[in-house]
């Protein structure tokens, strides 16, 4: 399988290369030539452990890997970290099959790739020859922050730097991030938005005499923001493992439609989705939900992405983002795979914020539905989900479970529909007791994770109570201009 910068046709790598450079040159994407067809039936699948799916997938994409590496990679991966053999078990509640992503080491969707990535990137490494250390350099809305310093806390050949909006992660969000304790890792709030923050990391990437430099000093970067496509695939898994969930319950027969709803950010988990529908899966409508950061919403209705208006703070912190990366992908497939004309339109939403795509391009997208639910429509759907049957989600998964029933109203499609519950409600206990309750306000953090527990009946999760008490080991703050700085000062290469 070959992977190609959807800026440069010309620009090639095997999957183990591109997992380590994370970006291709000039701020292209790595993307599949191809994807191939899954060559076991659904039925058959259907029997399968999530590690066997996860390998069926894998595969198929990362193809320079040999079975054994694969399955090393998977088995260290997908083990008791998490808090349930099922690894992401589907749950059925208000007319959809939610399915829980949120049951590993940081209670948060993310960790379904970040627990594997490390494994995949020094595996690579290995296979590639690479002497140096492999430094990750990350920007995070919140949860990929914390999924990617415990993946890689402590391992070997690697440092991890993070850099989140200071004023736009949740509390336990940020207590999880600053009270890090792995050796190799580095923590670090900046004053500006999380698109700054990516912007920022971005440019040190793309940065030739900063690569020639670190070089010299046996370091070296790699991504593991959902650009990575050892991120992406690792995202594909989950959803042959849902749909084959209801195959194996008898909700749907293998070969029947579903319909997907992904509440979406970066745009990294429903573009493996649609991967995984190209690979296996019969979709209806992929639904892209989104809050009020509606930029996606006004893409999939209008045809033009306009990053060119506030940003908005909201109570789903992971899907405040104004430029979705890996949109980027998606424009590129459906451009007919063309690099060209992809670098052309990004090169538009640099200079002038935005991008109009062709007539074309357009038609290929009536598998996308795009919706957003605004932030009292949240609460209410938290709360009116929680009156129904006692389940309480997440303020992101509300989003998607709003945007799910409008959808809906205004189609009467009941086609049975698979929503991706990307976190533990855990995560964001001050904002999904205050939509049950008003009230809650008044308390403090921890007690109401306690309140959480008697409410939801859910164990408080081990990536809570390990904060709880736990002392703050990063607590650098520092502007969008001095990143650089920073990071060669963990690096002690000033
Ligand atoms: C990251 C994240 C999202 C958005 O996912 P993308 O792949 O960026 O679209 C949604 N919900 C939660 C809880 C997240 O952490």
Known sequence: ?????????????????????????????????????????????????????????????????????????????????????????????????????????????????????????TTSAKKNNIKNDIVILTATSGDTGKAALAGFADVPGTKIAVFYPKNGVSPIQEKQMVTEKGKNTFVAGITSNFDDAQTGVKKMFQDKALEEYLDSKGFQFSSANSINIGRLVPQMVYYVYSYTRLVADGTIKAGDKVNIVVPTGNFGNILAAYYASIMCLPVNKFICAS???????????????????????????????????????????????????????????????????????????????????????????????????????????????????????????????????????????????????????????????????????VKVPNAVEEIRNADIIHNTVCDKEDMEKVVKKFLGVE
Do not use: W
């Open 291 to 457: 809050n009020d950061n509606k930029v996606l919403y006004d893409f999939f209705t209008t045809g033009t992405y306009d990053k060119n208006r506030d940003f908005i703070l909201t109570t789903s912190p992971s899907m405040d983002i104004l430029i979705s990366s890996n949109l980027e992908r998606l424009i590129y497939h459906i451009a007919g795979n063309d690099a060209a004309k992809n670098a052309e339109l990004m090169k538009s939403l640099n200079t002038t914020g935005k991008y109009e795509i062709t007539a074309d391009m357009k038609e290929r997208l009536t598998s996308f539905y795009g919706g957003y639910a605004t932030e009292a429509e949240v609460a209410e759907q938290i709360k009116k989900v929680y009156n129904e049957d006692g389940y309480i989600m997440d303020t992101h998964t509300a989003v998607a479970s709003k945007v799910y029933d409008k959808y809906r109203e205004e189609t009467n499609d009941d086609t049975v529909t698979i929503i991706a519950s990307t976190a533990s409600p855990y995560k964001f206990t001050r904002s999904v007791l205050t939509a049950i309750d008003p009230e809650y306000d008044s308390k403090g953090d921890f007690e109401l994770v306690d309140e959480l527990a008697k409410l939801s009946g």
């Open 1 to 121: 399988m070959i992977y190609r910068s959807t800026r440069n046709a010309n620009e090639t790598a095997s999957a183990s290369e591109a997992i380590l450079k994370g970006l291709a040159e000039n701020g292209g994407l790595f993307v599949p030539d191809e994807i191939p067809a899954l060559n076991i039936s659904l039925d058959e699948v259907a029997k399968m452990s999530y590690q066997e799916v996860a390998y069926e997938v894998m595969k198929l994409m990362f193809t320079d890997f040999t079975e054994e590496e694969l399955k090393y990679c998977i088995n260290s991966a997908y083990d008791e970290k998490f808090d349930t053999k099922l690894i992401a078990p589907v749950v059925k509640h208000h007319n959809a099959n939610y399915i829980e992503l949120f049951h590993g080491k940081t209670i948060a969707f993310k960790d379904m790739a970040l627990s594997i990535l490390p494994y995949l990137l």
